[in-house]
């Protein structure tokens, strides 16, 4: 099967710019997470999608980030304006609550790597 | 709240040696455990879970509940085992995934 797609794989911007990244989960999956990688650190969430609704957000710094999954499929992270500590790898990722075995594992995208110049 | 700590950044260990990276956990329900591994230039991808109890690339986790443990352990190294080990925490009522701050395992030659 097809995994999770990202894109771009790197952006470059300048503080006070804005940018988006896209995320395309594995077919069929209802949970979608986007995660924040700060350089030496774990992936900390930001938010977390059951279909087109949000679960869990009280992560996300929501003055300047922004997520949506309007069909239920795949979701848009936007920052605006950038600040230079939101340079990091933003991981997306995929679960399917409704497979057999509860929990089941998360898939996860190659990952954007942004910096903030 | 929940919390998943992994007390080593970094374990250097010479190969054919055992390798065990910690990892503890808080949380009042039900977890279920993984360990993910990131190797160079690859996507996060999952390692085990504790539900399974099955031992990959030679690999075993056991969840001590006691102790709020889920050690990863290996009796003799690999050099091909050199990667980024992230031990996570699932909620079974909403699925919320929550990582700890990684650990890499250098293996010597």
């Known amino acids: 099967e097809a995994g999770v797609a990202q894109s771009p794989r790197y952006k470059i911007i300048e503080k006070r710019q804005s940018v988006a990244f896209w995320c395309n989960p594995i077919?069929?999956?209802?949970?979608l997470y986007w995660y924040q990688q700060i350089l030496g650190q774990g992936p900390k969430l930001l938010i977390q999608f059951q279909n087109n609704g949000v679960v869990d957000d009280s992560q996300l710094p929501k003055d300047r980030f922004s997520a949506e999954r309007l069909k239920g499929v795949d979701s848009t992270l936007k920052i605006q304006p950038a600040k230079l500590e939101d340079s990091a790898v933003y991981l997306c990722?995929?679960?399917?609550?409704?497979?057999?075995?509860?929990?089941?594992?998360?898939?996860f995208g190659q990952g954007t790597r942004l910096t903030v110049v | 709240a929940q919390r998943v700590t992994q007390p080593e950044k970094l374990l250097s260990v010479f190969k054919g040696a055992p390798v065990e990276l910690k990892c503890n956990y808080s949380?009042?329900?039900?977890?279920?455990l993984f360990w993910y591994v990131q190797y160079s230039r690859q996507r996060l991808q999952l390692l085990l879970r504790?539900?399974s109890r099955e031992s990959i690339k030679g690999f075993t986790a056991d969840l001590n509940k006691g102790e709020t443990s889920f050690h990863l352990k290996k009796p003799f190294a690999q050099e091909e085992d050199s990667a980024m080990y992230y031990c996570?925490?699932?909620?079974?009522?909403?699925?919320?995934?929550?990582f700890g701050k990684g650990t890499r395992l250098h293996i010597l030659p």
């Open positions: 504790h539900i």
């Open positions: 990722a995929s679960t399917d609550p409704g497979a057999l075995v509860p929990n089941t594992e998360a898939f």
């Open positions: 077919s069929g999956h209802a949970t």
């Open positions: 949380y009042s329900g039900s977890p279920e």
């Open positions: 996570a925490l699932s909620r079974f009522r909403d699925d919320k995934i929550i």
